[in-house]
């Protein structure tokens, strides 16, 4: 084989930044670039917002938690957790009480992640419980949440299973990952390990329509065993 | 479930010889807690392997069913294996024994006999690629970045199977192999395969059944058969007469570039014998010329430009290779209906969609249900299985309209079909089962599976489903187009 | 422990030893987010003025975590040379500071002071010390470690290569290990992260490297950094294991998060000693990184330094061929931005040096911290002038499987010429053998992973 078929075997095998030549000790600028360009998009998914007009597509209406500003919730996870009063309030006046099953939707540490999946993932997640025999209950957006406002809004709602589709901390591969986090009965006090989660979700992971497709299965044998969590599958 | 395993079995009639292996296949996560479930076979374990027997006749035309049947029965009490345990496999016919005339009623009979999901199969290209897999060159072409070709050479036939990155990518077969002449320690000939004859005929080398040889013409013959399959492979040029050595129309496209070469079966085995056999009584010990192909095809090594080596699988390489190797497993979220499951021998209807835009797949599922009419089995519950390959669909929107034209066509086209069979190339049949289950309602059963590649002109078998919502598959891989 | 100081016109109360030493502490967001941290800055200084005046028996006598309680405790009381303690215990942490920074003091002499002390105590004395105290006093020690091969000289930076794939491919990672090596990086370890935490997949990682190292006759270590029990029943399975990798926290509980406590530590180090594949007598890897035990709610009103300090003491008692500090991994929560992260790396470097431990640090930030690749080469070179045993380096500074940034490839090989460093000297000699560095610098055949796939 050629020198450069070797080289194109050897990238062909990793998304890893391998063979990518040097000046001296340092790498050759326009790979530095790239480099700073991953970063950019990545810092950028952080702060960024997702677009309303995806929201109002979906139909779906706009809660806060208490997270006040990014670098508050950056330093703050917990702020992140609740859910504002007024966001209660919406939540209660809007939504179907004690539903089979509550999506929401929440930026994370990606809004860009939300803004590239959710018109995709959405719609066959709906699909997903209906092969499954599942009723949803009213979906909504939360802005500036933790994976744990799952808890909050469980205690508030009484769902008997939820499904959060939240943003993923950016990677240098993508900023747009998406994370399915399902939990039986969350409510206050609900531990890590009685979640189970879909990562990685976005068109070059998880593909994001498989990734909907089996939540439904995974929801339906959460409801028959009457429990979720590592231990669980 | 972690971690599951089940038994697998391999039977090789062969020209000569007939064996059985026994093998457990270990299957195992291989996806992260956080990711979608995918499950591997991560470990092929050979439990056992059977003496080697003859390969019983009735006459030079016909096997001996009954003996064949009453060998396997034998095997199975001797190792107290039961019928039930047995989950997937293959009965493969091999060699110059694919041709007699009850072949096909022979592996089908002992198929339906071994087990709960052993297939039956045949060709001289599935036989090199099970070889090919069974003798270590598919793992091999994974450890590095060249094409690893395995030859194979037995009794009947040398049956070249080649692989890159673990894939199989063409297969050759040459009627090159020991029992193509048959003689006794008096040099006398007993017979010669009508393979041959045409090529000795045409390279004037008198040799007939009756006749008397020497160990020098049958030197010659020998590495004339050898270098030239060598050559042929290397692409040097050949005698215009080797086509006659070539089973088969010659391969379409250009062969690929070999850069490791591994022999396996009968022949490479009696290659570990460093001795040349240079008196009749040597060179006829086994009543044939295996002992002299062997010893030219290790004198004359050196000589091409890519390493040569000798399988760890010399003479079971096929059988292993049917018993450990012809399963796989689909992706781990698929939509099946366990009830229609196991479906036997479906034959394949290729779609290739890349570049095709969502508003022209009807047209496209139209022009290949019809193509597909003419070997698909249009009587059947599950008249063909229609393969998708492509990169993953990502758009719901588009999904629905795929899932759209591909039902209205082959309703269209099957309507008395009751099963629809869908077995994608990469990880999207729930999704698109899905989308095809809400609008067929309850008139169809849908069976899509993924992560299974299959080409026009395959065969597919299906199995019941593995805890975990997976199916095992056997492909019968008929040609290389 | 109750003390007060004014300062400034303002009297700050102190009610106890653990809260002392949390305000003392540079400003942290993990500290806050604990609630433990200083309220303004000066609040912070009158700390410091507080803990200086403590003496090494104060913070002996007043265990933060009794070690009735806690059995990280007992290993840090346990392994106290009580003939040294004896000789410092009156010293005040600003009198073993100097002592410290002294022209007396010396490597010798830092580490034999260092094992007549708690990890509170060299977290104390971390608290009042600025950034080029925490370099000189670091680059004065050194601790030289032998597994296969011996790291830890002086004029010696060792790496270790980091060729983590998403999907755990084989052929993934040894292309990227291949890049590794072409830029002299791995001679501390060939160390992956695995996605899959299964024996089969450690056993299978483990082989394919050690054949490769055989292949090439590469003078190094391999290793899996999977769970421990998972390395164990890798190891019962016949993997040729060098090191065996394990995360440590600096409580019990802490561990408990991680499912390991010291008995099974012990286990694993007994059957590592039967089944490893390489020589020894230093067989372990561990790493740890501040705010993980607050992360896992086993903070128990600590502060992370101190947790941090507490790690190291729990890893001395295995001596370890490598320790290092995921320095920036954890996040904003815990450290918020580069200012964080270096202040940490330099911190956590000093006290795994003091605990005599061959400290390396992962230099590396996550894409939600306000931090970029300068700042990462900013401590790279910092660390480096400290002394660090080893750095971690993978392609181009992306982690394509952890998604994180740490040094690359390119930036060890900047900073061993920079420096005048050599890796390992058997695989420095290795390396001229291949024709990939000469004099200590890289040849123009360097940089080619293609050179390994004859």
Redesign the interface.
């Known amino acids: 084989m050629e020198d450069r078929e070797k080289l194109e075997a050897l990238q062909k095998s990793t998304p890893a930044r391998i063979g990518v030549g040097r000046a001296g000790t340092r790498p050759l600028t326009h790979t530095m670039l790239q480099f700073r360009r991953d970063h950019a998009a990545a810092v950028d998914a952080v702060y960024g917002e997702v677009d309303e007009s995806i929201l109002q597509q979906l139909g779906l209406f706009t809660v806060e938690t208490c997270y006040g500003n990014k670098e508050t919730y950056l330093k703050r996870p917990d702020l992140g957790r609740i859910i504002t009063d007024e966001g209660i309030a919406v939540i209660c006046e809007r939504c179907v009480q004690q539903p089979q099953i509550q999506i929401v939707v929440s930026d994370g540490l990606s809004a860009d992640a939300i803004t590239a999946n959710i018109l995709d993932v959405y719609p066959a997640l709906l699909d997903s419980l209906r092969v499954n025999d599942l009723n949803p209950g009213t979906s909504f957006y939360v802005k500036g949440g933790r994976v744990a406002c799952m808890d909050h809004i469980g205690e508030v709602l009484q769902p008997d299973a939820l499904v959060l589709l939240i943003g993923e901390r950016p990677g240098l591969v993508t900023a747009q990952s998406m994370s399915a986090y399902m939990c039986y009965k969350p409510r206050k006090g609900t531990i890590e390990s009685d979640r189970n989660v879909i990562s990685n979700i976005h068109p070059g992971g998880t593909p994001p329509l498989e990734a909907a497709a089996h939540i439904g299965t995974m929801l339906k044998r959460m409801l028959e065993r009457q429990t979720s969590g590592t231990n669980f599958f | 479930m972690d971690e599951l395993s089940f038994t697998s079995v391999g039977i090789d009639i062969g020209t000569s010889t007939t064996k059985l292996i026994v093998s457990r296949l270990r299957l195992g996560r291989v996806s992260g807690a956080l990711h979608l479930p995918r499950y591997e076979i991560i470990e092929r374990e050979l439990h056992y392997a059977s003496p080697i027997y003859s390969t019983p006749l009735l006459s030079q035309d016909e096997i001996d069913m009954d003996e064949v049947a009453r060998i396997l029965r034998h095997e199975y009490d001797h190792i107290g294996l039961s019928l039930s345990e047995v989950k997937s496999g293959a009965v493969i016919i091999t060699g110059e024994t694919a041709t007699k005339t009850n072949a096909r009623r022979v592996v089908h009979y002992l198929a339906e006999r071994s087990g709960d999901f052993v297939v039956a199969a045949a060709g001289a290209d599935l036989e090199g690629l099970l070889a090919g897999k069974g003798s270590g060159a598919e793992q091999r072409s994974t450890e590095f970045p060249g094409v690893v070709a395995n030859v194979d050479i037995g009794g009947g036939t040398a049956n070249v199977a080649y692989f890159r990155e673990g894939k199989a990518i063409g297969t050759v077969t040459f009627h090159v192999g020991g029992r193509l002449i048959r003689l006794d320690e008096q040099g006398l000939v007993h017979s010669v395969s009508q393979h041959l004859q045409k090529w000795l005929l045409e390279r004037r080398i008198p040799l007939a059944e009756g006749s008397k040889t020497t160990p020098d013409q049958l030197k010659s013959i020998a590495s004339a058969m050898c270098g030239e399959m060598l050559d042929y492979l290397s692409k040097e040029a050949v005698d215009p007469s080797f086509r006659h050595l070539i089973a088969g129309s010659p391969p379409p496209g250009p062969l690929p570039e070999i850069d490791e070469l591994m022999i396996s079966g009968g022949i490479s085995t009696l290659m570990a014998d460093r001795e040349v056999p240079e008196s009749m009584a040597a060179i006829a010990r086994y009543g044939d010329i295996g002992p002299l192909l062997a010893s030219s095809l290790r004198q004359q090594a050196d000589k091409w430009p890519f390493r040569i080596v000798t399988s760890g699988q010399t003479v079971q390489a096929t059988v292993i290779g049917a018993g450990m190797q012809s399963v796989e497993i689909s992706g781990s979220t698929v939509h099946i209906d366990p009830a229609v499951l196991p479906l036997r021998n479906l034959p394949v209807l290729h779609l290739e969609y890349t570049g095709i835009r969502p508003e022209d797949w009807r047209q496209a599922a139209d022009e290949a249900m019809l193509e597909a009419a003419k070997y698909a089995l249009p009587e059947a519950e599950a008249p063909c299985a229609i393969a998708l390959s492509g990169a993953v669909i990502h758009s719901y929107s588009t999904l629905q309209m795929v899932a759209q034209a591909l039902l209205d066509t082959f309703t269209g086209h099957f309507p008395d079909a009751k099963i629809m069979v869908v077995v994608c190339e990469h990880d999207m049949a729930k999704a698109l089962g899905q989308a095809l289950s809400i609008r067929c309602g309850k008139c169809l059963n849908i069976v899509c599976i993924d992560q299974i590649r299959v080409e026009r002109g395959d065969y597919i078998d299906i199995g019941e489903p593995l805890p975990g919502f997976l199916v095992p598959v056997v492909i019968k891989t008929l040609a290389f187009s | 422990m109750i003390k007060s100081m004014t300062m400034l016109g303002h009297t700050y109360h102190f009610n106890s030893l653990k809260e002392i030493l949390a305000k003392a502490n540079e400003e942290k967001?993990g500290d806050?987010?604990a609630g433990i941290g200083a309220a303004d800055a000066r609040e912070r200084i009158a700390a410091k003025f507080v803990l200086a005046d403590l003496t090494l028996s104060e913070i002996r006598n007043d265990p933060l975590l009794p070690p009735e309680e806690d059995e990280v405790s007992r290993v840090i009381e346990e392994a106290i040379d009580e003939t040294v303690y004896n000789g410092i215990r009156n010293w005040s942490i600003a009198e073993l500071r100097e002592y410290i920074l002294s022209h007396k003091a010396g490597p010798d002499e830092l580490k034999r002071i260092g094992s007549g002390m708690t990890s509170e105590m060299i977290a104390a004395v971390a608290k009042v010390m600025s950034n080029i105290d925490l370099i000189t006093a670091a680059s004065q020690i050194r601790t030289v470690t032998r597994c296969n091969t011996e790291i830890g000289q002086r004029g010696v930076l060792a790496t270790r290569a980091q060729?983590?794939?998403?999907?755990?491919?084989?052929?993934?990672?040894?292309?990227?290990t291949?890049?590794a090596l072409s830029?002299g990086v791995g001679d501390a370890v060939i160390g992956i992260n695995p996605?899959?935490?299964?024996a089969?997949?450690v056993r299978a990682i483990l082989s394919a490297t050690k054949e490769m190292m055989d292949r090439w006759s590469i003078p190094t270590q391999n290793c899996v950094l999977a769970h421990v029990t998972t390395q164990m029943r890798a190891l019962e399975q016949g993997a040729p294991m060098d090191l065996l990798f394990q995360s440590l926290a600096g409580t019990e509980q802490g561990n408990k998060g991680f499912g390991v406590n010291i008995r099974l530590l012990d286990e694993a180090d007994g059957l590592m000693r039967l089944q490893g594949a390489s020589q020894g007598p230093n067989q372990w890897y561990f790493e740890t990184g501040q705010g993980s035990e607050l992360s896992s709610y086993a903070h128990f009103g600590i502060d992370q330094l101190t947790l941090e300090s507490r790690c190291y003491g729990l890893a001395r008692k295995y001596k370890p061929f490598l320790v290092n500090t995921v320095v920036g991994f954890i996040?904003?929560?815990y450290l918020?931005d580069s200012k964080q992260v270096i202040r940490a790396g330099l911190e956590d470097h000093f006290m795994g040096k003091m605990h005599g431990l061959p400290m390396g640090v992962d230099v590396c930030y996550?894409?939600?911290?306000m931090a970029?690749?300068n700042d990462m080469e900013n401590l790279g070179v910092l660390l480096t002038s400290a002394g660090v045993n080893f750095l971690i380096g993978?392609?181009?500074?992306?982690d394509?499987m952890l998604?994180?940034?740490s040094l690359?490839f390119?930036d060890l090989?900047?900073l061993r010429?920079t420096f005048g460093l050599r890796p390992a000297p058997a695989f420095e000699q290795w390396l001229v053998k291949m024709g990939i560095m000469e004099n200590g610098k890289?040849t123009d055949a360097?940089?080619?992973?293609?050179l390994f796939?004859g």
């Open positions: 967001s806050q987010l060729p983590n794939h998403p999907s755990d491919s084989i052929p993934g990672i040894l292309a990227a291949y890049e830029y996605v899959i935490d299964s089969e997949s996040g904003p929560e918020y996550t894409n939600h911290m970029e690749q993978v392609p181009m500074a992306d394509c998604n994180y940034q690359s390119h090989a900047a010429e890289l360097a940089g080619d992973p293609t796939m």
